[in-house]
Each structure stands twice: as C-alpha cells, then as structure tokens.
C-alpha cells in the first residue's frame, strides 16, 4: 500500500525566510503526488501536483515542489515566507487504481515576524 | 465557476442519532469523495461516488454510507453516532477523463460534534 511521511509536524520560520515542507512517499508504481494548504476551519486548497511530467512543478502562491525518485521524497520550498503562509500543509498521494488520496500527517507552519 | 459547496457548515449531535451532510460538487464534475479529518487520525478517505455509484471505498464501518444523485450532488449518511465520529467531513469533486489521477478540489468541510 502507498503510504506518505510528512516529517516535522511543526516548522517554524522567520518572515523573508526559505521554507522547506519534507514529504517522503512509498509507491511502487510512479506516483501521483500532491501539496494540498489548509487554512484554520476552511477545507483543502490545492497547492500543485505531480504527474510525471516534469521534476520541478510550480505551484500557487510562490511554491513549488521536487520529485526525486531516487529519494523517493517530494518537498515542498518557497524562497520567501509570508506571513500569510501560516496553515498547515498535507502531501497526499494517490492510492493505486482506486484514485483516493493517501494523505501525510501534515506539517503546521508557523511564521514569525 | 463556483466551488465545492458543502452544507451544514456546522452541526451538533448526540450518542445514537443520525445525521446527513451534504455535498454540491463544482459544476460538471461527476466525482465525489469523502473524506474524514481528527486529530488523531488525520484525513481518511471515506468513499467515492461516480455517475451515482459507489465506485471506491475506505476503510469505514458500516455505518457510514452515502449516495449520489442524478446531478451529482452527493450525500453522506452516519446512523448511530459515536463520539469518536466528531470530525470536520470533507468533500471533494473531480471530472474523471478516465483517469483515477485527477485533481480533487475540496469543499469548506461539515464540523459534526457528538456529545
């Protein structure tokens, strides 16, 4: 079975400063990966996703994200923080065939002034 | 267009009641997935609909059940409710092209409390 690692369930950075959200992933098929932002009692918002086309996938927001197969990881960068960056960040994979999302633990990011 | 809407926004309930939540997907998606959110166990994948039938499903008793309507708009049922059933429910719609791998945007979420 797939399975997604989102290692940290806390990250804090300063305003201005490089964020770096890690995700691992176990497939044995290649994967179909996904940065999903949850705001404070709002749903999921999509941040970008992975489909092989291509590595380095840009995403909403000043993110993006790099597929590194031999790491088998998929982490999450924005050069600058802001402010509003602050909510929490899921990786997900997809399941298989079957097409539902495997979803990480999450990771709150927090950022200081 | 507008986005995956999800009604009630919030809902109280007690010990052995049931309840209904539901799910309008964004206009022309024909899929919808549920999802459940603690924070003990994180996002779990309930069940997913497609052109009125459940075509996938997690790993969810029983009393967990939904539908989907001729126009897309889904619902989900829990009967019995637990405590351990409060949770923020989510919804999300895609528009399969024949593909498992398409985007899920996802609703605000149902706040269900059991007390």
């Known amino acids: 079975a797939q399975s997604v690692t989102q290692l940290g369930s806390h990250v804090s950075v300063s305003e201005g400063a490089l964020v770096l959200l890690r995700c691992n992933y176990s497939s044995s098929v290649p994967p179909y990966l996904f940065w999903y932002v949850q705001y404070p009692n709002q749903g999921l918002q999509l941040l970008l996703k992975?489909?092989?086309?291509?590595?380095l996938v840009k995403g909403i927001n000043g993110f993006e994200a790099e597929f590194k197969k031999s790491e088998t990881s998929f982490h999450l960068t924005k050069p600058s923080a802001h402010m509003s960056d602050a909510a929490e960040y899921f990786c997900a994979v997809i399941e298989g065939s079957q097409g539902n999302l495997i979803f990480g633990k999450g990771t709150k990011l927090s950022v200081k002034p | 267009k507008a986005g995956v809407t999800q009604t009630p926004r919030y809902l109280i309930k007690t010990r052995g009641q049931q309840v209904t939540l539901s799910c309008s997907p964004i206009?022309?998606?024909?899929?919808v997935s549920w999802y459940q959110q603690t924070p003990g166990q994180g996002l779990q994948f309930l069940f997913e609909?497609?052109?009125?039938?459940?075509?996938n499903k997690g790993n969810f008793p029983g009393r967990f059940s939904g539908r989907q309507f001729s126009n897309s708009r889904s619902e989900m049922n829990v009967s019995t409710l637990e405590l351990g059933d409060s949770a923020l429910y989510l919804c999300?719609?895609?528009?399969?092209?024949?593909?498992?791998?398409?985007?899920?945007?996802f609703g605000p979420g149902t706040r269900l409390t059991v007390l």
């Open positions: 206009s022309g998606h024909r899929s």
């Open positions: 992975y489909t092989s086309a291509a590595t």
């Open positions: 609909y497609f052109s009125e039938t459940q075509r």
């Open positions: 999300a719609s895609s528009f399969p092209v024949g593909q498992t791998t398409d985007t899920q945007y």
